[in-house]
């Protein structure tokens, strides 16, 4: 797995004038390194190239260094600089791309590194609920810091909107409410301990975040896990989605008052919760997946899963055609919080979020992994780039992961086989890994030293969308806000981390 | 309109009929984790937790801490003779040291006036009790769970639970996560304009210890270093079931101990 692997690139990339030396890594990963000087324009070159910004962070290996991500056909593209000695400064990538800020904020305030951009008042990984840093003006216009005590149950976040009583022309989303230090807490762990932080830094996508995390390992460490392992994961993460996907449909239904639907949506979402706790014991189906593989078969009869799913995908067809066709519904969703598709890609954004918006990024089909090089995926998108198209969206998917779990429960009713790959009881690596959680691609880098964690770094679909609340309301009114929120379907605390 | 009342009509009932009877978890849930043998464990068998839940004695006895305990079975599969998961939903405990298993001295849980105050005019009311959530820090999951209790399968309003988005109306505060720098003074202020009688009840591992996060990043580890707790719910994340126990303790429905028959 860790072999080299050369790929066709695009003609005229890297540019020859960059001084980018390739250095050997994972299939799916190109790593190139160059000096703190070329870095911006490496990132430019990236841009021009067409790809999309997906995180930025500081490595220990094979030096210290800044490494930022792209997504770029079909590979992870990475560029690295010697971030080496406090003087090493790097030219602000976030002051012409808006997908860059956030993470190019967290650096610089977490880690004092020094990119020349503009100051920022206020601090985005320490808010404070109290600031109210602008004084608003206009006709009627006033401010409403809105969480980061929310009304309903729903996590800490803060949006700070202003207006004048119906339309919005300024919100702020305010994450790290809830910054819990995860990445930090890994250091140290052995691998099949270490997951068990993974799975607790977004709870509603633990599996997401357990399959990601021991992809990483496996690859760093050059351990393939069994394919039996790959469809059990795929299972698990596949319900999973199912869980995330119905939970924002029944809020939808819930902001309308349609409490029937909302009944309904929430009685599949409950029976997926339950399929889940008797195939791992958990509601979350947490401690399944582990670094090599899963930690045993699921504890139910493969034919009654099959049933379950079955009469679940019964009751879903009738529900969403009802939901589909219930007007009252349907007419809160449509050009609410409309994005348009070059501002969702400004930004970065993955999962339904960008496919809402005529995207088709997929991690599951840019970058094929486990159970997916064999199953394939058809990814669902769609053009409006509304609440309406986001749910559409949605609904298209949770047909998508019956389907792959009707096939993939299939595959492991017929065939036999090992469960868990041994690692590597001293190794050392570094690489990244991907996986299409809920909430969109999540990334996770990890480096090894000596068997045990050291460096881990959690590129989250949730705070890479979040950026784009802000614009979110080109012509919505105050009370289009939860629909839109719900329309997201994001977490705070895979944000904040 | 008419398709979804005969859609919400056509199902029939699903409701759990808890507290009145018992709910069952299916086999293999891990609700917590006990002790089978306490007596001269072998050195270093504390480590096996990551969170620091398992202590030994100077008589090398074990005591589990399971407001740490975040159920990820290191202990139960390093060492089966010892330790090993319970099947059980009631997880909830009204004093801290109620937490422990073990060989531990354990102060008699007296009604603190407060909740019984709660209690009395739970019953008052006809048992009308609105309930407020603030996350603290959370991870996601217990919100989760905590919405469940308004679902069709355990509908927590036929016992007379109503939520509430403002915390003056509230008489009940469901605390989530370990209490992070920021969410400190929105938790007291919270708190502080909830009229009395009220309970706290700290839902998750996290809000009882803080759970697994990095020590530097909160404030204390768990919200009863900020606020007194009356109830306290461990699990990562415990189930709709357990929160519902641990409300139907903060309203003294449910004597501590005694579980639905």
Redesign the interface.
């Known amino acids: 797995m860790s072999a080299t692997r050369q790929t066709s690139h695009a003609p005229g990339f890297p540019p020859e004038q960059l001084g980018a030396v390739r250095e050997p890594a994972p299939a799916g990963e190109v790593r190139l390194a160059l000096d703190a000087a070329a870095f911006a324009p490496g990132a430019r070159a990236m841009q021009e190239a067409g790809a999309r910004f997906a995180t930025m962070l500081l490595a220990d290996s094979p030096e210290p260094s800044l490494v930022a991500a792209f997504a770029l056909r079909g590979e992870l593209v990475l560029l690295r600089a010697p971030a080496g000695g406090a003087s090493a400064e790097f030219g602000s990538i976030g002051a012409w791309w808006p997908a860059a800020r956030w993470a190019e904020r967290e650096l610089a305030e977490l880690h004092g590194v020094r990119f020349g951009g503009p100051e920022h008042p206020g601090r985005l990984t320490?808010?404070?609920?109290?600031l109210l840093d602008r004084h608003v003006s206009g006709l009627d216009v006033f401010s409403i810091p809105y969480g980061?005590?929310?009304?309903?149950?729903?996590?800490?976040i803060q949006f700070y909107i202003e207006s004048g009583g119906e339309d919005v022309p300024r919100v702020e989303t305010r994450p790290?409410?809830?910054?819990?230090?995860?990445e930090?807490?890994f250091a140290g762990?052995a691998p099949d301990?270490a997951v068990?932080?993974a799975e607790?830094?977004?709870?509603?996508a633990?599996c997401a975040y357990a399959s990601a995390f021991s992809q990483a390992v496996e690859r760093a460490l050059g351990v393939q896990a069994p394919q039996r392992a790959e469809r059990w994961r795929a299972v698990y993460c596949e319900l999973e989605r199912m869980a995330c996907h119905l939970?924002v449909i029944a809020k939808e239904a819930e902001t309308t008052a349609?409490y029937?639907?909302q009944?309904?949506f929430?009685?599949l979402?409950?029976q997926v919760?339950?399929l889940r706790?008797?195939l791992t014991?958990?509601?979350?189906g947490?401690?399944a997946i582990l670094p090599g593989g899963v930690r045993g078969e699921g504890?139910m009869d493969l034919d009654e899963l099959l049933e379950q799913v079955d009469r679940i995908e019964r009751q879903l067809r009738?529900?969403r055609r009802?939901f589909l066709g219930?007007a009252s519904m349907t007419d809160r969703l449509i050009g609410a919080g409309r994005l348009p598709r070059a501002l969702v890609e400004d930004y970065g954004a993955v999962g339904p979020l960008a496919r809402g918006s005529g995207l088709s990024t997929d991690a599951r089909h840019e970058r094929p992994y486990g159970n997916y090089k064999r199953l394939g995926v058809q990814v669902v998108s769609e053009r409006d780039g509304d609440s309406m198209a986001r749910v559409n969206v949605r609904f298209g998917e949770l047909s998508e992961s019956l389907r792959i779990l009707r096939q993939t429960i299939d595959h492991l009713r017929r065939r036999d086989g090992e469960l868990r790959a041994p690692l590597p009881a001293l190794g050392e690596g570094a690489a990244f890994a991907w996986v299409e959680a809920p909430q969109g691609e999540l990334l996770i880098r990890v480096e090894l030293r000596a068997g045990r964690l050291h460096n881990v770094h959690v590129a989250s679909p949730s705070l890479r969308n979040w950026a784009l609340f802000d614009h979110a309301f080109p012509k919505d009114v105050l009370t289009d806000f939860a629909f839109i929120e719900h329309s997201f379907g994001l977490?705070?605390?895979?944000a904040d981390r | 309109?008419l398709?979804?009342?005969q859609?919400?009509l056509s199902?029939g009932r699903?409701t759990t009929r808890y507290p009145r009877r018992p709910e069952h978890?299916?086999?293999?849930?891990?609700g917590s984790v006990v002790v089978l043998d306490g007596e001269n464990a072998p050195a270093g068998v504390e480590r096996l937790c990551?969170t620091g839940a398992i202590a030994l004695d100077a008589q090398r006895r074990i005591t589990l801490d399971r407001g740490r305990c975040?159920?990820?079975?290191?202990c139960v599969r390093g060492a089966p003779e010892r330790f090993a998961?319970a099947s059980r939903y009631e997880t909830a405990e009204r004093a801290r040291s109620g937490l422990l298993v073990g060989d531990v001295h354990r102060p008699e849980d007296a009604l603190e006036p407060a909740r019984k105050a709660l209690g009395e005019q739970a019953r008052m009311l006809r048992r009308s009790i609105h309930v407020r959530?603030?996350?603290?820090?959370?991870?996601?999951?217990?919100?989760?769970?905590?919405?469940?209790l308004w679902?069709?399968?355990y509908d927590i309003q036929r016992l007379g639970f109503f939520?509430t988005?403002s915390?003056r109306h509230a008489d009940i505060l469901?605390v989530t996560?370990?209490v992070?720098?920021?969410?400190r003074?929105?938790l007291e202020r919270?708190w502080n304009v909830m009229p009395d009688p009220k309970a706290l009840v700290a839902v998750g591992t996290d809000a009882c210890s803080g759970?697994?996060?990095?020590e530097?990043?909160?404030v204390a580890g768990g919200v009863d270093r900020v606020l007194p707790v009356d109830v306290y719910v461990p699990g990562?994340?415990p189930?709709p079931i357990a929160i519902m126990h641990a409300l139907l303790l903060a309203t003294g429905q449910l004597a501590p101990g005694e579980v639905a028959a």
């Not at chain 1, 790290?176 to 995860?182: E, H, I, S, V």
């Not at chain 2, 978890?25 to 891990?30: C, E, F, N, V």
């Not at chain 2, 959530?133 to 469940?148: L, N, Y």
């Open positions: 320490a808010p404070d609920a109290d980061p005590v929310r009304s309903g149950i729903f996590e800490a790290f409410f809830k910054r819990r230090g995860l930090a807490r762990l301990v068990h932080v607790r830094v977004a709870g509603i633990s939970d349609l029937v639907g009944a309904r929430q009685i979402k409950e919760m339950r706790n008797r014991g958990n509601r979350f947490r401690g504890t009738r529900d009802m219930t977490t705070p605390a895979g | 309109m398709e979804w009342i859609r919400g199902r699903i978890p299916p086999a293999g849930y891990r990551p975040i159920l990820c079975g290191e998961f959530h603030i996350d603290c820090g959370s991870d996601g999951s217990e919100e989760w769970e905590i919405q469940a679902n069709p399968y939520l988005n915390p469901l996560g370990g992070t720098g920021p969410m003074k929105p919270t759970g697994l996060a990095t530097g990043e909160l990562s994340p189930a």
